[in-house]
């Protein structure tokens, strides 16, 4: 069975920092592209991406994190990270990991962590 995991959410300052991580598991046989996408609770918005990268190294950063979030990933330990520094409050939401998947007998397509909760506030 494959699963995403993340961790590194939580509470913080604004113009803080916090590092999030997403590990897969099971039998993957590759993972092409990962991302970060975020959804905030209570407020009507639908799931935003935040960022993606692909297997080379190739990034995408929404237009909102550009400059301030970075994306970057470790294909050996199938997993993929999110510095975010000059934090606000607006980047309060729940932050979701997302990878495309393909197992050894099939493909699995976009799969979803659980997501982890980031609240930036005083």
């Known amino acids: 069975q494959v699963q995403l995991v993340e961790s590194g959410g939580g509470l913080v300052q604004p113009g803080g920092s916090l590092r999030l991580s997403c590990v897969a598991s099971g039998s993957i046989y590759s993972i092409n592209t990962m991302g970060w996408y975020r959804q905030a609770p209570g407020t009507g918005k639908q799931r935003e991406l935040v960022?993606?990268?692909?297997?080379?190294?190739?990034?995408v950063h929404a237009d909102s994190v550009k400059g301030r979030f970075t994306i970057s990933r470790d294909n050996a330990k199938k997993a993929v990270y999110l510095q975010m520094n000059s934090l606000k409050p607006e980047d309060t939401a729940v932050y979701y990991c997302?990878?495309?998947?393909?197992?050894?007998?099939?493909?699995?397509?976009?799969?979803w962590g659980q997501g982890t909760q980031v609240t930036v506030s005083s």
């Open positions: 997302n990878a495309d998947v393909r197992t050894y007998s099939r493909y699995l397509g976009g799969l």
């Open positions: 960022a993606t990268i692909t297997i080379s190294g190739s990034t």
